[in-house]
């Protein structure tokens, strides 16, 4: 078996070998080549060990890892795999472990914090890929449901819901060969994730007798799962914002021998053990795992009144779907992306495809669990029969489509499966502006990727123009704001205010004595606060809360009117929109002296949704992870941009290479012919 590979001008690999198998084995060398501290990163993520290297920074992740048994469950998913798969899956991993050690000797960051790289386990693909998703079906939302529920009464417990941004979303959508310039289907948008560096996907190809696939891997994980060309067909997806993970409050007592747990057969033996977490700088620290019948319990224990327990698909099932990858990889039309869209588990997406026959394909793919609708909205008690499971969501929608279709996590396609979506601007504005043209071509998608028009602006301003009684200067920022086109570009001024009064209001609304008894977070694990937090969630639910359901005693009125003078008190009109809305890239080992990231367009709720968190911050942590336009006519003709670049190294010339691309909303092509990448030599 022989591999070779292959770089284009921005150093993205393409890789072909003589068959699937020692193709995935290249695939997972260049990765830990490429990506070496990232992808071990993700693996001591995975299994609860990141703390004995990152220090207590990362022990409240390590923590859950572990409670929730992340790297058990890959294991049983691993066993339940078909032979071929494993196989498949066992290349992968050897060829990681034959990369790893150059990979590392070219990352600084192994050295600075001591770190020598480890092996890989035949599961350890599929416990990265738990690590990634575990938290994306956002189940610390039915925490704070229950939060609200006890401090403010049951009828206020939907009052914060967003249909805003979650922890993932994404824009997708789909144009039949009717409405473009070639006669065949355009199938373009962007994975909105929180901004790594390195970046959460790898540009990639795959060539092989018999496949040649081009698209955004996971680091980590083998073949091309989620955005994917290979020449026939083409495929992408959005997340569905499913719920199909539960929390199940759980009454738990020891005995001499062990811990019991209360079940609706009564009171069942649960499974106990402790384990040391490392921690680099400190002392170890036990935690105590325990799991129920429903599953592993992620708050709270034996010694507390009750505990939290997750009920979540892969730990029940012992199925995660990585049988679906290479069968995608092998696809050569929408049907047979449909069909191997049979083994999706986790998570559940809405996907899009197209093929060069003129087929397409609109669909929901994923297991989620039929069961009580309230173990959607809040965790629910473990000793009634009436919450427990009573198999799966089946079949999955789908819908026809005609001219063109949209994905952007809102309501629609995935209502039945879910309890809160994304706002519905950017699905609305992406369908406008895809009306507004024809004969489209890869090169329009551009203006779609980069568009900066704020839907959502729409409540507060429209609680702004109904003020009176303003002064001179609030009035001044009220007529400017009025007059704003809603584009939140970089270097707009009005934008810049806007921000500035939004988070003014949800900084008033969340220290009103009306919310006091929410102010104080539930004592529960740090790695749910994104949930928890009563600013954050003020500011995520704002555009509801300021329209569909104030809250009671709240004056939404007088909050805007004491917002718009302590803004326009502070504004100079020199702050720019780009000034505040920075690039805040997550990295594993933060370098403290780092400079501001860059200047950024967008918002949350634009099509450019590069995501702050109102009335916390401005910097932008989540966004755009990619950006990508698979065109059907000629494959050569598609483009792509990452965030920064192929290389997790520091130093690299293709570290950040593509970032200045990224930032100025272009795309670079896809380069396919084989004539025009250059052959890197084996020597590592």
């Known amino acids: 078996m022989t591999a070779r590979r292959f770089r284009d001008p921005w150093g993205v690999p393409h890789v072909r070998a003589d068959d699937p198998l020692a193709l995935a084995a290249a695939q997972g060398r260049v990765t830990a080549y490429d990506r070496a501290w990232q992808i071990e990163v993700e693996r001591h993520r995975s299994q609860g060990t990141s703390a004995a290297f990152l220090g207590v920074d990362a022990l409240g992740w390590d923590r859950f890892a572990r409670q929730v048994r992340l790297d058990d469950t890959a294991r049983r998913c691993h066993a339940n795999l078909d032979a071929a798969t494993a196989e498949w899956v066992g290349a992968y991993v050897a060829g990681v472990n034959v990369g790893l050690a150059a990979g590392a000797a070219r990352a600084p960051e192994f050295a600075a914090v001591g770190l020598a790289p480890g092996r890989w386990e035949p599961w350890t693909p599929l416990a990265v890929w738990l690590g990634h998703h575990i938290l994306f079906a956002g189940f610390p939302g039915k925490l704070w449901r229950e939060h609200v529920a006890r401090c403010l009464g049951p009828a206020a417990a939907e009052a914060f819901n967003t249909d805003g941004p979650a922890i993932a979303g994404s824009n997708g959508w789909l144009l039949a060969g009717s409405r473009t310039a070639s006669g065949a289907a355009l199938l373009a948008g962007d994975p909105h994730r929180i901004l790594e560096d390195p970046g959460v996907y790898q540009q990639i190809r795959l060539a092989c007798p018999e496949y040649d696939v081009v698209g955004l891997a996971v680091p980590g994980v083998p073949g091309i799962a989620h955005f994917g060309h290979a020449g026939p067909v083409a495929w992408a997806i959005t997340n569905a914002m499913a719920d199909y993970q539960d ?42 795992v325990v799991e129920t019948d429903r599953g592993p319990v992620i708050a709270g224990g034996p010694d507390d009144d009750t505990a939290l327990s997750l009920r979540y698909p892969p730990r029940v099932s012992g199925e995660l779907g990585f049988a679906a990858i290479p069968e995608l990889l092998r696809a050569r039309s929408v049907s047979d992306v449909d069909t191997a869209l049979r083994h999706w588990v986790e998570p559940v997406n809405v996907v899009q495809a197209a093929d060069t026959a003129g087929g397409l394909l609109h669909r929901v793919a994923g297991a989620v669990p039929v069961r009580h609708p309230d173990n959607g909205r809040r965790p629910v008690p473990a000793w009634e029969a009436a919450y427990a499971w009573q198999g799966w969501y089946t079949p999955m929608p789908r819908a026809e489509v005609a001219d063109r279709a949209v994905m952007a996590n809102e309501r629609g396609l995935s209502a039945p499966l879910g309890v809160e979506f994304a706002a519905p601007h950017r699905a609305r504005r992406i369908a406008d502006l895809l009306d507004a043209g024809r004969d489209v071509t890869a090169a329009d998608m551009t203006a779609i990727h980069t568009d900066t028009y704020l839907g959502s602006a729409g409540a507060l301003l429209g609680v702004l123009d109904a003020l009176t009684g303003l002064g001179p200067a609030a009035a001044a920022l009220r007529d400017r704001l009025l007059r704003w086109d809603r584009r939140m570009h970089a270097d707009s001024v009005d934008a810049a205010d806007f921000a500035l009064l939004r988070a003014a209001v949800v900084r008033r609304i969340a220290d009103h004595p009306a919310l006091a008894a929410l102010a104080e977070p539930p004592a529960y694990p740090e790695v749910f606060a994104p949930w928890l937090t009563l ?21 939404v009125a007088a909050v805007v009117r004491a917002a718009a003078e302590e803004v326009a008190a502070a504004t100079d009109g020199t702050v720019r929109w780009g000034d505040l809305h920075r690039l805040t890239a997550w990295r594993a080992l933060p370098d403290p002296d780092a400079a501001p990231g860059p200047r950024l367009d967008g918002d949350h709720d634009c099509v450019l949704a590069t995501s702050s968190v109102p009335g916390v911050t401005h910097g932008c942590f989540r966004g755009p992870a990619a950006r990508y336009v698979w065109d059907l006519a000629r494959r050569q003709d598609s483009r792509w941009v990452v965030p920064s670049g192929v290389s997790g190294v520091p130093g690299d010339e293709h570290h950040h290479d593509q970032r200045s691309a990224w930032l100025a909303g272009e795309l670079l092509p896809v380069t396919t012919d084989w004539d025009r990448l250059t052959e890197e030599p084996d020597e590592h």
């Open 535 to 555: 600013r954050a969630r003020v500011g995520y639910a704002l555009e509801h809360l300021l329209d569909a359901a104030p809250l009671p005693g709240v004056d």
């Open 247 to 288: 929390v199940y409050v759980e009454r738990l007592r020891r005995h001499d021998t062990g811990v019991r747990a209360l079940g609706p057969d009564g009171w069942r033996e649960a499974s106990v053990h402790v384990e040391t977490i490392e921690v680099a700088g400190a002392d170890p620290v036990d935690v105590e």
